[in-house]
Structures are given as structure tokens and as C-alpha cells.
């Protein structure tokens, strides 16, 4: 059980245009879901904490013009990377919380994103 | 701010040999710690957790100690074999309202066969 899903796991795109990335608990309803970035061989740094059916929250030096997150549902999260430029390329993780253990964070494959 | 970082950023170990991984934190209100293993291409994977209130906890070859005296982490394998070779990191959960995890550095863990 705890399983999260993330679609799609690789990505290139060209710079300008909007990438959606969606972030799915299958088997539990996650009232909440943070979105992780990664750069190569650095650690995770978190870049927002979002609530189903609210706005969610960025961390500091996070653009949310720019990484638009929608929480509609308790299964389902997506960040947008509006207008993706070649800095934007990295490893995006999505972790989703609310399975039978509170407070436990059960993370998703990952999507890699690679801008032209 | 608070933050969570890792003493070494590569270990290479030989496979049969046990493994220790440490972890320095600072912010001294974390209530919880997680060890997590991630392999290349690939999202965290949680290995073992430890409360505050605790000072070791094992697990299936994995043994987790903690010092609060001096705020560090450290992950113990035993018997390391291939397929423990991957990146670890150390995360811990502040006192917050958000539950938030903040991740150390990370360390690579390579195993010699």
C-alpha cells in the first residue's frame, strides 16, 4: 500500500512552452502533497506544500507564477512549469502524506524534465 | 536557517562490509528523522525512522543511532551488498505545523564487489 505515481517520468520539451506534471496516490487519499526539486547530485529541496481544495504553499525563492500547483483532489496533484527555460531542467519529486501512518511521506518515481 | 548536512559525500565500501553514514543536523526542536536510499533516475525510498525520544532503532540490516547531545544521525549496514549502492539521505521533520521534511546533502554509497 502508500504507492505514488508520477506521469510522465521523462519529458523534453522546448524552451517557452508549459510542461504539467501530475502526481498520484493510488492506493490512499493524500490530504496533502509536497513537490520536491533535484538537481544532479544535489539533495531534494522542497518547493511547495500543497492542501487539497487550497492554494498551496511555496517555499521561499519559488516562483508559483511560474510552478503552478493545483491540489483538486485527494488523489491527484499537478505542477505546471509555465514557460520552461533550459534552468528548469531537473529531477521533480512528488511526495504525498495521509496514509495509514500519520505523518509519514510516501514518495512518488520522480519526473525528469529536460528543457531544450 | 535550520539545516540538515552530511559529513562525507562519498563512501566505497567493500561488499560484505558494513557501512556507516552520517548526518549532521542543527535545528535541535526536530521531533523525527528518516534515512532514505535513492537510486539513480529514481524517487527516495524510505529505509528506517527514529523518534526524538529514542537513541537507536534497527531494522533489517539497517541500524539508525541518533545523538541529540551533539545532533547527529548515522546509518549503519551491515553486510553491505551491490544493490546497496545508491545515494542516502538523512531528512528530518522540524516542529512545524506543515510536517515538512528538509533533506541533508546526500551520500554515495558505492560497493566494491
Known amino acids: 500500500g502508500a504507492v505514488v505515481s508520477q506521469h510522465p517520468s521523462w519529458v523534453i520539451c522546448k524552451s517557452g512552452t508549459s510542461v504539467k506534471i501530475e502526481c498520484r496516490s493510488l492506493d490512499f487519499q493524500a490530504t496533502t502533497m509536497f513537490w520536491y526539486r533535484q538537481f544532479p547530485k544535489q539533495s531534494l529541496m522542497l518547493m511547495a506544500t500543497?492542501?487539497?481544495?487550497?492554494?498551496?504553499?511555496?517555499e521561499q525563492g519559488v516562483e508559483k507564477d511560474k510552478f503552478l500547483i493545483n491540489h483538486a483532489s485527494l488523489t491527484l496533484s499537478t505542477l505546471t512549469v509555465t514557460s520552461a527555460h533550459p534552468e528548469d531542467s531537473s529531477f521533480y519529486i512528488c511526495s504525498a502524506r495521509g496514509g495509514r501512518v500519520v505523518g509519514e511521506q510516501f514518495f512518488g518515481p520522480g519526473t525528469r524534465l529536460t528543457v531544450l | 536557517g535550520e539545516s540538515v548536512g552530511l559529513h562525507l559525500p562519498t563512501l566505497s565500501v567493500q561488499e560484505g562490509d558494513n557501512s556507516i553514514i552520517n548526518c549532521a543536523y542543527s535545528n535541535s526542536a526536530s521531533d523525527y528523522f528518516i534515512w532514505y536510499k535513492q537510486e539513480s533516475g529514481k524517487g527516495p525510498q524510505f529505509i528506517i525512522d527514529i523518534r526524538s525520544n529514542m537513541d537507536k532503532r534497527q531494522g533489517q540490516r539497517v541500524t539508525v543511532l541518533l545523538n541529540k547531545t551533539v545532533k547527529h544521525l548515522s546509518l549503519q549496514i551491515a553486510a553491505t551488498q551491490p544493490g546497496d549502492s545508491a545515494v542516502y539521505f538523512c531528512?528530518?521533520?522540524?516542529?512545524?505545523?506543515?510536517?515538512?521534511?528538509?533533506f541533508g546533502g546526500g551520500t554515495r554509497l558505492m560497493v566494491k564487489p
Open positions: 531528512a528530518e521533520r522540524g516542529n512545524n505545523a506543515g510536517n515538512m521534511l528538509t
Open positions: 500543497s492542501n487539497e481544495g487550497s492554494k498551496a504553499t511555496y
